[in-house]
């Protein structure tokens, strides 16, 4: 118990951090901390100017690890992700330079503007946490999360992700517009200088592996683990939806449900953790059909209204079940 509260008060420092740069979006700035706690990757999808890029500076700075920015262009190549290996002269033999994909916190900025080529390049990384390049792999450090924007107004000239690489990210969040309290207070925060300018860690990236741990320990009843596979499997059996959430999806639900309870104070998930996740972890893990999309159907929408109908169950807390 102690680990736990001693986790809980790591993950409130740094939302609370923060919560100083992105004002009015408390819900976006918890799931990006639950991205870091379960070490996983978030894609930020949102129109322009509403602080996605500085949603993900912010987290990353405020964990204290090492971050570094790639910004997705059609002209980028792989090896500007991953590295290249170069003759060095003097040593009479290649070296290894490494790329920007060897950083604890990576922000891939307009990620769909890249090519799928080298898109891809991230797959690896992304999945398997290290780098192969001509034969030889390069492990990332550790923690090791890539936060990827995309904007998903503007088409012209971009590169939809595909449905392997969407798989492989943990959550996708969408900011919004601020109402008109918030927008007063950000023009207030940014009168002198911009808060991000002042934000300091308040964590280190041995902070963020102890989180990682410390969240696995957060009890899942049996009834909550059967209410997620329920969720999951009518995705596959709905007549709006192509392709289903895979069971890469029912696993990012639980552990993400585990580190959400932590952050609220619980070491047990309650079935409220998946209805307000259930969105946020399976909409862009599914392929809505041509069908509906005609109607104006989205994967969001889908989601919703799946968590509406079924059922939910009635949880135990770890000491009502006894353990």
Request: aromatic fraction near 4%; glycine fraction near 6%.
């Amino acid at each position: 118990m102690a680990d736990l509260e001693r986790a809980r008060a790591v993950a409130q420092k740094m939302v609370e951090n923060v919560k100083r740069v992105i004002i009015g979006k408390d819900g976006a700035v918890e799931l990006g901390l639950i991205s870091l706690m379960c070490q996983g990757h978030v894609l930020i999808e949102d129109v322009p100017g509403v602080g996605k890029t500085m949603l993900a500076r912010s987290l990353a700075r405020s964990c204290g690890g090492s971050f570094r920015r790639i910004q997705f262009t059609p002209d980028l190549l792989p090896s500007d992700i991953t590295g290249v290996s170069i003759y060095n002269q003097k040593l009479t033999e290649f070296e290894f330079k490494r790329g920007p994909i060897f950083a604890q916190v990576v922000l891939a900025d307009e990620i769909n503007r890249a090519t799928p080529k080298t898109q891809s390049a991230l797959l690896e990384a992304m999945e398997e946490r290290q780098v192969t390049v001509e034969g030889v792999t390069h492990p990332v450090p550790r923690p090791f999360t890539v936060m990827a924007t995309q904007n998903p107004v503007e088409y012209e000239g971009t590169f939809p992700l595909p449905e392997a690489q969407l798989d492989r990210f943990l959550l996708m969040i969408t900011l919004g517009y601020p109402s008109a309290q918030e927008e007063l207070r950000i023009i207030d925060s940014q009168q002198s200088t911009h808060p991000i300018e002042s934000l300091q860690p308040v964590a280190a990236p041995e902070d963020i592996v102890m989180l990682h741990e410390a969240s696995k320990s957060v009890f899942v009843d049996d009834l909550v683990k059967q209410y997620v596979v329920t969720l999951v499997e009518r995705t596959r059996s709905n007549e709006d939806i192509t392709l289903g959430c895979s069971p890469r999806g029912t696993l990012a639900l639980i552990r993400t449900c585990q580190a959400l309870a932590l952050v609220r104070g619980r070491d047990f998930v309650l079935p409220d953790d998946v209805k307000e996740l259930a969105v946020p972890v399976m909409a862009h893990r599914i392929i809505v059909s041509a069908a509906a999309r005609m109607r104006g159907v989205r994967g969001a929408g889908v989601i919703a209204g799946l968590v509406d109908r079924v059922p939910v169950p009635g949880a135990h807390a770890r000491s009502a079940a006894g353990r």
